[in-house]
């Protein structure tokens, strides 16, 4: 199953600091034994009822995207918890995190 951690980035947090961090975050997750793959995606744009044809509006609502990958809810929950991830984890919230706007979706293919 894949999770979709969706955020925009907190206040005074800039883009170009996330990326310099970031390569951090996904060398932690992919060397966790949970984890089957992790990917971060910047948001470049978002539009709703966009068309290939029309440019994306700027104003998205969210900055990131991650996508984990992992073998279940459970083993998720517990990557969330995990020592390992304990230090990436805090400077993740306390520097880029704007906990309002998260959102985590749950996907099984079909």
Known sequence: MKVYTLHK??????????????????????????????????VIGADKNTLPEIPLGKDAPFDVIEITEVESWEDFVKLCKDDKLEEIEKTWTEKFLD????????????
Do not use: C
């Open 99 to 110: 906990e309002d706007s998260l959102v985590v979706i749950a996907v099984r293919k079909i």
């Open 9 to 42: 980035l907190k206040k005074g947090s800039t883009m170009e600091d996330y990326k310099k961090w970031s390569p951090e975050d996904q060398r932690v997750n992919h060397e966790h034994p949970l984890v089957k793959s992790f990917e971060v995606y910047e």
